[in-house]
């Protein structure tokens, strides 16, 4: 997943080289794009504010090349404090890059802070991203307190010194305290990080001669036949419903969108204050034009009657 950190920052016309990391890996090149970063001086609070001010107002470019390039020696630092997370080093430079990038195009310099306390969370957060997604083909979970648990576990456990790989229900309820989650996000993320990926084409047991575990599964795929009846089936649907709900007057296309095609669903009231009517009144709309709509489309879904003379 290698990334070019040139391709992260704003296009200007200055003549300012701009580094970038070669291959994932590759010790040279990150030694290297770390020496050039150093080049870039860091910039005061005054500095800070006035070239987020000439982007923010101006779309200054190369005021944003500037607050860029200073904080890039910041996303180096952030990245090594997560090397041991199974990613290589200039991935992690190169998703906080993309952090960096995303603090720029909303910070505001109006409210206060330092742009580099902002960029911090931005950074951290294109991380925990990045290793997540690549930590197992299964996707781990995107709440708060997985994420937490799973950044925090390891430093938990040593806190409490709990040594176990596999965590007993005493241990659970000790860790969750200690992080302020649920039990079942410490148990869920505990058992994931335990039990990395297995490939499908690894031997069932340790004869040389034993099948695959792909060889094995079931094929529960639906045939090619079937799945594209399936797929017409829902666009002639779609293209049923969109027809007949544009031929429906306008307040009452409008109400049944919001009480049956909205999530959540928009109340009674909320309609009744809207249009000027009663709850009830917007219920016998609701269920007058669903009923319409349902019986337009099942008539026009039925096959074209051939007669003969």
Known sequence: MSKEIKTTLPSTKSNTPVPYIGGAGDDISLAKYIN??????????????????????EHDNVAAEKLVASHLRLVVSVAY???????????LIASGNMGLMQALQKFDPEKGFRFSTYAMF????????TILNNWSIVKLGNSANQKRVFFNLTRAKRALGIM???????????IAEYLSVPENDVARIATRMSARDISLNSPMNTDSDSTDILSNMADSRINIEDGFEQLEFKRRGYELLKKHLNSLPERDREILKARRLSDPAITLETLSQKYGISRERVRQIEERTFKKLRDAILT?????KITTD
Do not use: R
């Open 81 to 91: 404090d997560f090397k041991n997370y199974g990613l290589p080093v200039s991935d």
């Open 36 to 57: 050039e970063i150093q080049k870039f001086p860091i910039l005061s609070a005054q500095q800070e504010y006035e070239y987020a001010t000439k982007w923010a107002k």
């Open 300 to 304: 026009d879904s039925e096959p074209t």
């Open 164 to 174: 176990d790989n596999s965590l007993n229900n005493e241990q659970t309820k000790q």
């Open 122 to 129: 931005w950074i951290k957060a294109e991380i925990y991203e």
